[in-house]
């Protein structure tokens, strides 16, 4: 099997399919344990995911049985931005933590309330794709970038001799649309593709390239596209 992103090395992003498994290997794993009454099961669910967050997929044994039994036989399945699961966790991992530790130490409603909690949440990821943790990962991302006001203006000079774009920008009277991209994100790939179809030209910045720019622009999540004037100005969040 071909992968475009080797799941132990290009930790950048992952395959979207990958942390479903772990979900439902949590939600299953703390259903069990409420209903048995069994709370160290709890605890080991915790380890394991904070195991996982501080050493790498590597020993995460969802993982592992994703990338190294399931992918091999379905396929590489579309790939996403791998800091939001790696949020979503952190969230998780604390807690499942919280809640062996009351229920360890008699306090045995909270500890069950903080599991189902865990497993409800990872439940609705898995049956729906709706990872709460993520989605708090974005918003946070994007209270970071243009929405909070911290990109006002972009250089465009710069960005022209960094991506080799000066062309589409000097030929260009009114706004450009900025799209801060990677080439193993299946989002991204969408994005230009749809923002071709406009009016306005595109510059892409492959932020694995430009580091530099990235990190200029406090740009945390990717696809992010914005339109900027002749000026420099940025006028509005596109993407």
Known sequence: MQRLADPYRDLA????????????????????????????????LGVQLAVAVRF?????????LYF???????????????????????????????????????????????????AALATLAVTTGLCVGCELYRIMARLRGVRGGL?????????????????AIDLT??????LFTHPLCGDCQTARTELARGTRPVVAVDVSRHRDL??????????????????GRVTARVR
């Open 13 to 44: 992003v992952i395959d979207a399919r990958a942390p479903r498994v772990n979900q439902l290997v949590v939600a299953v794993g703390a259903l069990v344990a409420v209903a048995t009454g069994f709370w160290p099961l709890v605890l080991a």
């Open 56 to 64: 790498g997929r590597r020993f995460c044994l969802p993982c592992r």
């Open 68 to 118: 190294d039994v399931i992918q091999p036989r379905l396929g590489e399945g579309p790939l996403e931005d791998s800091r939001a699961p790696r949020f979503a966790n952190i969230i998780g991992a604390v807690f499942l933590l919280a809640s062996a530790a009351t229920w360890a130490v008699g306090l045995t409603t909270v500890g069950v309330v903080l599991a189902l909690a865990v």
């Open 151 to 167: 990109i006002e203006r972009v250089d465009l000079d710069q960005l022209a001799t960094a991506t080799g774009s000066r062309p």
């Open 173 to 178: 009277p009114g706004e450009v649309v900025v």
């Open 214 to 231: 990235a990190r200029k622009y406090g740009v945390a999540l990717v696809p992010l596209a914005v339109a900027v004037a002749s000026d």
